[in-house]
């Protein structure tokens, strides 16, 4: 009889670096050092001395939250 063993997959993180931030929101990479610093985007996680990167996931629950707001603002607009 064969035991079963399952195995999960460790949680992989993805991360972001600046220039990719700027790619994907089109924003300036000083808009989105002012953002993180005034508490309103996600804070960055120092890898390295030279290395900064944003998590993935709460960057795009940001985003979401960000177009959410947004298209609830939008339909109080339409009368």
């Not at 953002?35 to 900064?52: C, D, M, Q, R, V």
């Amino acid at each position: 009889m064969e035991d079963s063993i399952k195995y999960s997959k460790p949680n992989s993180t993805q991360f972001y670096r600046l220039s990719q931030l700027k790619a994907r929101l089109n924003v300036s990479g000083s808009s989105i050092w002012a953002w993180a610093k005034a508490g309103k985007f996600p804070k960055p996680i120092k890898l390295s001395e030279n290395t900064t990167v944003w998590d993935a996931a709460e960057v795009e629950e940001w985003a979401q939250s960000r177009i959410s707001a947004s298209q609830k603002s939008g339909d109080q607009n339409e009368d």
